[in-house]
C-alpha cells in the first residue's frame, strides 16, 4: 500500500494554547492534498501539530500507529515554524530511513535552497501542490522510468565531488480551473472538526489582484484572481453540512469579493437554502470592494463580519504599500458596514515604509475610535518581511532597515525593522499602547502631542466615521 502521512508544523507550546483557545485554522492546503492523493489511490494520515502536544517518542509512536514505512511524508512550513519543522523532517527521517521527507507550503515556496540544504529534507514542492504531488509520487516510486526532471515545480539535489547541488525543475502553470479539484477532506481531520464543530473553513479562490508591498499572496498564488464557481462553492457547503451540520461559515479566501458577480451568486444560493438552513458567515475584503448593493445581499445571506486590511489611515503610507485604496473608501466601508449591521474586524499595521510617529499615532488613535465608537473591532500588528514580499525582497528601497534575522520570531507582534524615523523600541511602545494600554489612556504619547490636539484628532475620526463634516487628516 502506498501510504502518505501529511505533517501540518507548528510552533511553541505557547502558540498552539493559543491557536486552539482561538478560532482555529484546519490546514486546508494539507486537507487539499489529501482529497487529491486519496483519489489516486493513497491511504493517507494528517498529523496537525497545532492540535497536539506529543513528546518526541510519542510523535514517532503515533507516526508508526499510522503506518510502518510511509512513502512519503509531507510537511507544511511557514516561517515561522521553520526551525520546528526541520527538527520534524530530522525525527521522521531517522524514524523511516527509506520514506521520503518533502516540504511544501509559504516558506517552503520563498526558502527552498536554505531549506534543501537540511540533510533531512529530499524535495521541496514549490507553489500550489496539487499540479506537483502526484507527478512527484510516481518519480519516487518509479525513479527509473520516471526521472525527477519530469516533476515540475519542485526543488531536488544530488551530490557531486562531495557538494551538495540544488536543482529546480521547471515550473508548473497556475491551476486555472479551481473546480476540477475535489473538496477538502475534512473526513481526515476529525479531532479538529471536534475543536471547531460549528464552523466549516473554506478557501474558493487564490491570487490578488493587488500588490501590497508587506504581502506574499501575489508571489504565492500569482496576480490572476481563479476562483472556485459559485456552484462548486455551494455544493460544498450543502455537502459538509450534510455530514457535520456547522453553523457558521469562515471564508478565508485572501479577497472573496475580487469577483463581485460571483459573490452574489454565492450569497443568493445561501439566500434560498435559508429555509433549510441559516448559515452565520465572515468573510475578508478590501473596502474598495464594498457597495451598498453587494453588501445588503451579503447582510441577507447571513453574513455577520467581513476582515478588512485597512493597514494605516495615512494616505501617503497607503499609497507608497501599494494599497490602492483613498481614505475615503475607507470611512465608506465603515459606514456601511454600520448600516447593515455587519461587524467589520479591521486590521492595521504599524511601521511600514515612509511612516514616522505621527503616521503611527494616527493609526493607533483610528484603530481606537473604530472599536471605542462601536463601528468594529481593530487588531496592530507590526511591519514584518516575510519572505515572498517586496519589503523582504528588498528593504533598502523602502527605507526598511532589518535589525532582527531570526525568523522565528516574525510573528507581526514582535518589532523587526527600524525606520529612518521609528525605532524598534517606538514600536513596541506602540503596539504594548494598543494592546495594553489604551483603555487606561487616550494618548499613545508617540509624537509629542498634547491630550488636546489627540481629542481633536479622535473627534475627527469619529465625525468622518459618522459621515460629519471633517477638518480631514
Ligand atoms: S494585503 Fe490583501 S489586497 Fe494586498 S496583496 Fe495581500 S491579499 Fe491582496
Known sequence: MNEIILIGGSTSKKDRIQQRERYKMPPIGLLALSSLLKMHG?????CDLYLEDFSRKEFVEYLQSLSKSPLMIGVSVYTESEQECLEICSIVKKAF???????????ATFAYNKLMDN????????????????????????????????????????????H?????????????????????DYEEWKLSMKNCSHILTMVTSRGCPSSCIFCS???????KYRFNSSEWVFSMIIHFYKIYKFDSIAFFDDTLLANKLRAKRICKYLISYADKKSFNWVCKSRVDMIDEEIISIMKNS???SIHFGIESISQKILDRMGKRVKIETIFKALRLTKKYEIRPDCSFIIGLPDENLETIED????????????????VVGITTPFPGTEICENPEKFGLNIKVKDISKYNLNTPICELEDVT????RKAYFFFTHQRHETNNPNLAGRTSEEIKKIRQDFTNRLKGEVSIGV
Not at 533531512?120 to 514542492?125: C, H, K, P, R
Open 42 to 46: 493513497y491511504k493517507v494520515n494528517i
Open 97 to 107: 530511513n527509506k520514506t521520503k521527507v518533502v516540504m511544501g507550503g509559504p516558506q
Open 119 to 162: 540533510e533531512y529534507v529530499d524535495f521541496i514542492i514549490r507553489g500550489e501542490g496539487e499540479s506537483k504531488i502526484i507527478p512527484l509520487l510516481e518519480h519516487i516510486k518509479n525513479p527509473n522510468s520516471f526521472p525527477v526532471q519530469n516533476v515540475p515545480g519542485i526543488a531536488w539535489k544530488k551530490e557531486e565531488n562531495g
Open 164 to 184: 551538495r547541488i540544488i536543482n529546480l525543475t521547471e515550473n508548473a502553470p497556475m491551476i486555472t480551473n479551481l473546480d476540477v479539484l475535489p473538496f477538502p
Open 217 to 223: 499572496s501575489k508571489s504565492l498564488s500569482g496576480s
Open 302 to 304: 447571513g453574513c455577520g
Open 363 to 378: 493609526t493607533l488613535l483610528f484603530a481606537d475610535v473604530i472599536e471605542k465608537e462601536g463601528f468594529g473591532a481593530s
Open 424 to 427: 524598534l523600541n517606538d514600536l
